[in-house]
């Protein structure tokens, strides 16, 4: 009863080009959506979220984008930087306060 | 302010046994979600207290049980240890449960258990 998935990994980009991490959920109630950056040894911290009622939010060099047709949202960061090397969770609210997260993108941004 | 603290750091305990993780939440945060997250899976959602009481629970038995405390403070207790339960549990503190706070969950770094 996966609800949300993240298919790739990794992902491994030069410095300065464009990350895109991507994330399918299966339940279309979901309401809105976050990304949560985690480095090694440290808990996961928020990095953006997005209502279900707009299709695009962007923070500075983070931009996430959803697709409700497609029960699809991607994370964009744009220029990459090499301290943006973490795993990346996507996550949305489901019933009972609980979250569910997705198995994570580790992101590797080569210098 | 200081930020969300969980101790031990790292435990390793054998099959059969009890453990007790504990987590202070954020200052001026009153509630506590804890999270199980095996390797290579996402977090999963154990279950949340708020003002010391149980506010939802996710897939976990009963094996699985959490206090709160009247300052914030939480543990999460898990009896007759398996194999499985080996992963890094997160406990994660907000101010009050409305799901448009979601994105102000603060979590702490974590204790790795290690059941043999």
């Known amino acids: 009863d996966q609800q949300v998935k993240q298919n790739s990994p990794s992902l491994s980009v030069q410095e300065g080009r464009i990350s895109i991490l991507n994330c399918d959920y299966t339940n279309s109630m979901f309401d809105y959506f976050l990304w949560y950056k985690k480095y090694p040894a440290e808990g996961p911290t928020f990095l953006i979220s997005?209502?279900?009622?707009?299709d695009k939010n962007e923070d500075g060099r983070f931009t996430v984008f959803l697709n409700k047709s497609a029960k699809h949202l991607s994370l964009h960061i744009v220029p990459s930087q090499p301290g943006d090397s973490a795993v990346y969770f996507c996550?949305?609210?489901?019933?009972?306060?609980?979250?569910?997260f997705g198995t994570g993108t580790s992101l590797t941004v080569i210098p | 302010e200081t930020g969300v603290t969980q101790s031990p750091t790292h435990l390793i305990k054998t099959r059969g046994q009890q453990v007790t993780l504990r987590c202070s939440s954020q200052s001026g945060h009153n509630t506590v979600s804890w999270y199980q997250q095996a390797l290579g899976q996402g977090p999963q959602f154990i279950f949340q207290y708020y003002r010391e009481e149980e506010n939802g629970r996710g897939n976990f038995p009963p094996r699985f049980s959490g206090l709160q405390f009247p300052n914030y403070s939480s543990e999460l207790n898990v009896n007759a240890l398996e194999l499985d339960d080996s992963a890094l549990y997160l406990c994660?503190?907000?101010?009050?449960?409305?799901?448009?706070?979601?994105?102000?969950?603060?979590f702490g770094p974590g204790t790795r258990l290690t059941v043999l």
């Open positions: 997005i209502s279900s009622i707009k």
């Open positions: 996550a949305a609210p489901g019933f009972g306060n609980q979250f569910y």
């Open positions: 994660a503190s907000s101010f009050g449960t409305q799901r448009r706070y979601a994105d102000e969950q603060f």
